[in-house]
């Protein structure tokens, strides 16, 4: 098997043997047939590894079924493994985009100017759920001619990309607010809203109005949307109950759908999201630290809920600086990943007080320091930023190009909330690129592995690699880059959604 690794900016390509992983072969002209721009085409068939034969049937089982260095992989150790039935096999595609290949947790610096992608694969998934074999597909013919699936799919002139990682989002809530969108229109700011009473208060009065019933059914088809749009993995957050009551019956909600699927969540409790009226920041911190915070241990420990992080909205004339450290580390002191909303509307120092604290994850960061951005890359807080957000409200756009530079781990998220409404990753990449200066490799990697790494779940999800969850897309496009460019125009791209194996949406 040879990992096609191309790079956009250079121009050239190099194609590394998967049996040791050096390189055998780097060219930089493109060849005379292809009208690819920046990208080359590397051939479909590749010659016998140096100073190897032609595969052998063992040969090639041990290449598609390689173990990547780091992910928790599952080789099948056996023969007899392999013989039963498996649930999917992807056949033939025109490029499989594995993202990264070598069980990285996630992509910085150079790693992004290149991303694995195979062509003419076939990818096997098992009845676990999780990838068995990815391969030239000729090999993975051979090595499972002998072999049942549930179900195959020809992906001939198709590509076929990881399910796309959600890294920020608010879903659960009632009151929608298009009447905000058209004050925006007119000129009125984010907080001018917000200090009236409208925006985050707003919400928080349908929602605590609202039945556990109605938030769950809205939630559904907020997350059937995203679905379809191509997502499989989705950070979703409370914070529009404030009171203890209503921010359980939201983690309530979004347990309810995490237990049911079919698609991924990370549970995030943001109490924090704003100051409930009557009360001082530092107020509501004490309450939050005293009585929410206790309470989430508690149901925790008995099962009823799962939440994965901890999310504060840092910002002049929300949570200062003192206040969010301290819910922060309380948070982080029950076992929660540390992922909160920083430096958006000001420079509040979020970026620095999240690298300090070990922070998984700092959302926004259009007001980002020059030190909190160094701070991030060294502590390896990765940077979620949130394209929609910055576009609605015609803030300056994060420095995305500074932070990659500098090694910053940059992730994306839709932000779904009723000020920000998009479901849609394929055009918050799009607007990454544009607005933002990413290239297409660094917004894929962005929406993929570097997303999950954000909610720590990038040893099983983010990439297409052996051992890793079966989560993927098929587009009706020979080349996958068309998922960013066309703006708007997933719903026709994408044909399958498929989750742990199973195909969760057909078009
Ligand atoms: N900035 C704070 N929270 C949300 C907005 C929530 C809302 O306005 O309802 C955000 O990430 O954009
Ligand atoms: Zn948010």
């Known amino acids: ?151 195959r799919i020809d992906c001939s002139g198709k590509c076929i990309l990881p399910g796309l990682v959600d890294a920020h989002t608010h879903p659960v809530w009632a009151g929608e607010r298009v009447h905000e969108f058209a004050m925006k229109l007119a000129g009125a700011t984010y907080m001018e809203i917000h200090q009236a009473g409208g925006g985050i208060n707003f919400t928080v009065e349908h929602t605590r109005q609202a039945s556990e019933e109605e938030l769950f059914c809205s939630l559904q088809q907020r997350l059937q949307c995203m679905m379809r749009a191509g997502t499989t993995l989705v950070e979703c957050k409370s914070g529009y109950g404030l009171n203890l009551e209503t921010e359980l019956k939201m983690l309530r909600v979004i347990e309810r759908a995490r237990r049911q699927g079919p698609i991924g969540i990370s549970a ?32 925790g420990s008995r099962g009823e809920i799962h939440v994965d992080n901890i999310d504060v909205f840092c910002e002049k004339g929300v949570f200062d600086l003192n206040s969010t450290r301290r819910i922060l580390q309380s948070g982080k002191d029950l076992g929660l990943q540390i992922n909160f909303h920083g430096d958006e509307l000001h420079p509040m120092k979020a970026a620095e007080l999240g690298a300090e604290l070990g922070a998984q994850a700092i959302s926004h960061l259009e007001e980002v320091s020059d030190e909190g951005i160094a701070a991030m890359a060294t502590a390896r807080s990765s940077a979620v930023l949130l394209p929609t957000t910055a576009y609605m409200l015609r803030l300056k756009q994060p420095r995305a190009r500074k932070m990659l530079d500098e090694g910053v781990i940059v992730a994306l998220g839709s932000d779904f909330n009723p000020n920000a409404y998009c479901l849609s990753m394929p055009m918050v990449m799009h607007l990454a690129c544009v607005n933002m200066r990413m290239s297409m490799p660094e917004a894929l990697a962005a929406a993929t592995i570097n997303a999950a790494y954000a909610l720590g779940k990038s040893h099983t999800h983010g990439s297409l690699e052996v051992g890793k969850q079966g989560d993927l897309i098929i587009i009706n496009s020979s080349r996958w880059e068309h998922l960013i460019y066309q703006f708007g125009g997933h719903h026709e791209l994408i044909e399958y959604v498929i989750a742990k194996g199973k195909v969760i949406y057909k078009k």
């Open 1 to 151: 098997m040879i990992t096609f690794i191309t790079n956009p900016h250079s121009g050239c390509w190099h194609r590394h043997c998967s049996c040791d992983g050096r390189e055998v072969e780097g060219r930089r002209a493109f060849p005379a047939d292809w009208e690819g721009g920046g990208f080359e085409r590397p051939p479909r068939l590749h010659p016998p590894c140096p100073g190897r034969g032609p595969p052998t049937r063992t040969l090639l089982r041990r290449l598609a079924c390689r173990r990547s260095s780091s992910a928790a992989t599952r080789r099948p150790a056996a023969r007899g493994d392999m013989a039963g039935g498996h649930r999917l096999l992807l056949e033939n595609a025109q490029q499989v985009v594995m993202v990264c290949a070598r069980g990285e947790r996630f992509l910085a610096r150079d790693a992004l100017h290149s991303l694995a992608v195979l062509e003419g694969a076939s990818l096997v998934v098992g009845t676990d759920g999780f990838i068995k074999a990815i391969g030239r597909a000729d090999a993975i013919q051979t090595l499972f001619s002998e072999e049942t699936f549930e179900e």
């Open 268 to 299: 995030t409790y943001c109490g924090a999201h704003s100051v409930p009226k009557g009360k001082t920041a530092t107020e509501a911190a004490d309450e939050i630290i005293n009585n929410h915070l206790p309470k989430l241990k508690e149901l």
